[in-house]
């Protein structure tokens, strides 16, 4: 890769030893540790239908990049209730990102279909 003026080399460059996931690095007596964990919990619960123990290597894996997406994008709509601008498309990608991981995990909103006021009118006149 050629030299770019003033940019720093990379040759010597290294990256931090592997390790288990974000929420290890978490004090779990803080805060955000109980509430990430908690979330974590439930998700894991959701998930396997109240089995966590029967969830797979990439089950869990995919639960915990949801629960990292999901810190991202409260942390993204906080910026925005103080004022601090956030980039529109960013958080687009965060939230696409976010529900086609809940779509791999079986998660999928249930859409109930509610009737128009015609056919609710019609149906409370048929049941008198």
């Not at 974590?40 to 969830?55: F, K, Y």
């Not at 949801?66 to 601090?84: F, K, P």
Request: aromatic content about 6%; cysteine-free.
């Amino acid at each position: 890769m050629p030299a770019v003026i003033g940019q720093k080399s990379t040759k010597h460059l290294t990256l931090p030893e592997w390790s288990d996931g974000f929420l290890e690095q978490i004090d779990a007596r803080s805060r955000l540790g109980v509430k990430l964990r908690r979330r974590l919990d439930l998700l894991e619960w959701d998930i396997s239908a109240g089995d966590p123990d029967r969830l797979s290597y990439i089950q869990r894996s995919m639960i915990r990049r949801a629960l990292w997406l999901e810190a991202r994008l409260e942390i993204d709509e906080a910026m925005i209730v103080i004022g601090t601008p956030v980039s529109a498309g960013s958080h687009s990608t965060l939230l696409n990102s976010l529900t086609n991981v809940y779509r791999l995990l079986g998660v999928a909103p249930k859409i109930k279909r509610v009737p128009s006021l015609y056919e609710y009118i019609d149906q409370q006149e048929a049941t008198e």
